[in-house]
């Protein structure tokens, strides 16, 4: 008796299994889960540099370059946190993303929580891997230069210095 209750078992067993194979090679095309989208697909990119496109995410930048058919996407920079705020794309009227030639600059504004207005922030690399901040305006021979410092400095001086050149 114990010997047929274990073979129907085994016979149960292997049917239900058989089942749920056939079950799974019946499903459709259709009925399978698509893959999200990127974010950053049905944009159109804020800047292209020789032919890397690049979009500005929410306080961050993405890089987008193609391999074959492929694109491959990596945030190549996050603006860094600060306690008590909340940091934003740029609504000062600016694209939040540009390239100058040499730059290129993610523009952010920066909400103290609690007070308020916008405290605009500028970020630039020429290699996407060496970034500055905006830290203010410097005359040099009566001549006004943007200042900037390495991202993550502690020092009040300028790392390098950009000539204003008003149209």
Same mark, same amino acid.
């Given at each position: 008796m114990t010997l047929s209750r274990t073979l129907i078992t085994a016979m149960a067993a292997t049917i239900l299994l058989t089942g749920c194979d056939l079950f799974k090679s019946r499903t459709t095309e259709s009925e399978k889960e698509a893959e999200p989208i990127p974010w950053w697909e049905p944009l159109e990119p804020d800047v292209i540099?020789?032919?890397?496109?690049?979009?500005?995410?929410? @306080?961050?930048?993405?890089?987008?370059?193609?391999?074959?058919?492929? *694109?491959?996407? *990596?945030?190549?920079?996050k603006v860094p946190s600060r306690l008590f705020t909340r940091c934003t794309n740029s609504g000062r009227g600016e694209k939040p993303l540009d390239y100058d030639g040499e730059y290129i600059i993610?523009?952010? @504004?920066?909400?103290?929580?609690?007070?308020?207005? @916008?405290?605009?922030?500028?970020?630039?690399?020429?290699?996407? !891997?060496?970034? !500055?901040?905006?830290?203010?305006?410097?005359?040099?021979?009566?001549?006004e230069y943007e200042a900037w410092r390495k991202v993550g400095s502690k020092s009040s001086k300028a790392d390098s210095v950009k000539k204003v050149i008003r149209d």
């Open positions: 540099i020789d032919g890397d496109e690049f979009y500005a995410g929410t @306080c961050s930048i993405t890089q987008v370059t193609r391999s074959g058919n492929e *694109k491959i996407a *990596k945030v190549i920079f993610l523009r952010v @504004c920066e909400f103290a929580i609690g007070a308020g207005g @916008c405290g605009g922030e500028s970020y630039r690399s020429a290699d996407f !891997e060496n970034w !500055e901040e905006h830290i203010g305006v410097t005359w040099i021979n009566s001549e």
